[in-house]
């Protein structure tokens, strides 16, 4: 996939945590921020929905994402960099946020610690979506092998797939306070539920299982989906949990 694709991904992701993302927000009085930093922004999926006001800051390590982000959040001030090594001073951000970073970090408690050492005390640390494919949901039964061969393919990519049941002990490791957490739920109604498989899921499934299986199997199993999404019986439900802590006052 392109980046333009990636970047329809990524906005397509970003939905599922919209009303998410605003309550927490909410709660960690984001609008009244002066500065905010997402870390791992990619292309600036969420970069371009932030509220205006506060001075808002990205981070990524790929080059080319920035490229992108630039276009689309203009508004924003990106860095090149590594989200275990952050380009900023102690103190500097009122929130720092990730969403979707910390399954694909080797380290992602460096990560944490790095997103504390750089907001203010006081100031809130937030991981907005961090899935959990060990609690995956497929159905119909003939889908099942689908959910473990995308887990496998995660882990030969060196993601974490089992990263949001650790995320709570993750924040209490890194010693922030107040935490809370928890995992978005799922709801379908037939008004929005899809009756066709989403081709951007299988252009990303086939890339990601590319090693796995044949064109042939993936064939197969896309026709086995589009016919449970046809009798509405598809159910697909992964995990996604995030915490919400705050910077311990020194
Ligand atoms: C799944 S994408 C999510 C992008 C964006 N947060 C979003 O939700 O649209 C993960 C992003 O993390 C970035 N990333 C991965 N490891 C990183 C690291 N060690 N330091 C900085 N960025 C990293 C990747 O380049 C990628 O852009």
Not at 68 to 73: E, G, L, P, Y
Not at 76 to 91: E, I, K, V, W, Y
Not at 125 to 149: M, N
Not at 162 to 177: D, K
Request: proline share 5%.
């Amino acid at each position: 996939m392109n980046l333009s694709e990636w970047h329809t991904r990524y906005r397509q992701q970003a939905s599922w945590t919209r009303s998410l993302r605003q309550h927490l927000f909410a709660q960690s009085n984001a609008e009244a921020a002066h500065r905010i930093l997402e870390v791992g922004c990619g292309t600036g999926a969420l970069l371009c929905d932030m509220p205006t006001g506060p001075l808002v800051y990205g981070l990524d390590h790929d080059r080319s994402a920035l490229c992108f982000a630039r276009q689309v959040a203009p508004a924003s001030t990106l860095f090149n960099g590594d989200a275990t090594h952050l380009p900023f001073a102690a103190n500097s951000f009122d929130l720092s946020f990730c969403h979707f970073l910390l399954l694909w970090l080797p380290n992602p408690l460096a990560a944490l610690l790095e997103m504390c050492r750089v907001t203010i005390a006081g100031g809130w640390v937030l991981a907005l979506a961090e899935p959990d494919y060990g609690g995956r949901i497929d159905y119909p039964p003939a889908l099942a092998d689908l959910g473990k061969l995308q887990t496998a393919a995660l882990q030969q990519q060196g993601a974490d797939p089992l990263i949001g049941r650790r995320l709570s002990a993750l924040f209490h490791q890194a010693g922030l306070q107040q935490v809370q957490s928890g995992v978005l739920g799922g709801f379908w109604q037939d008004e929005d539920r899809p009756t066709t498989a989403d081709d951007l899921e299988w252009s990303v499934l086939r890339q990601d299982l590319h090693a796995f299986c044949t064109p042939t199997e993936l064939d197969a199993l896309q026709k086995v989906e589009q016919q449970a999404y046809q009798r509405g019986e598809r159910v697909l439900y992964i995990p996604t949990f995030y915490a919400l802590g705050r910077v311990a006052k020194t």
